[in-house]
């Protein structure tokens, strides 16, 4: 694929974004087991990174809703904020108790969930770049 094919690629998915997985599987489909067991792996790791940042977004997501009795356990503090950087835990650690403040929350939500997002994208960009667009000729 020569460089002018990438803007190509990145024009076609952009006027048609429902191409995207259909693609996806279609080139899914045409590789090899083996092929398929490297990428799963690959897959599975940015599965796992996106995991540790999906707890703290769906806890704070959680503390912003409900009662304050029910965040001010330990089990909430496990589950969802134990070694992370986000304002449930700081203050936790400063107080032995998460803040009243629930619009703090909001900012850890946000905060989480740039990288999550930025997973996505480079995912979708590199399938782009490297894959491309289907050839209207059917032979790829």
Not at 56 to 66: D, E, K, M, N, R
Not at 81 to 105: L, M, V
Not at 111 to 121: A, M
Request: hydrophobic share 50%.
């Amino acid at each position: 694929m020569m460089l002018r094919d990438f803007r190509r690629s990145f024009e076609y998915y952009f006027q048609s974004p429902y191409e995207l997985p259909v693609q996806m599987a279609a080139w899914w489909g045409r590789q090899a087991p083996d092929t398929r067991i490297g990428i799963a792996v690959l897959l599975g790791v940015c599965a796992l990174y996106a995991l540790v940042y999906v707890r703290p977004i769906v806890g704070s997501f959680l503390a912003i809703f409900f009662p304050y009795s029910w965040l001010n356990t330990d089990r909430m503090r496990a589950i969802f904020f134990r070694g992370t950087s986000s304002e449930f835990e700081q203050s936790w650690k400063a107080r032995g108790q998460p803040t009243n403040a629930r619009w703090r929350y909001l900012f850890d939500v946000f905060y989480y969930f740039g990288p999550l997002l930025v997973v996505v994208v480079a995912l979708g960009i590199c399938f782009m770049v490297l894959v491309g667009y289907p050839n209207p000729l059917g032979d790829g």
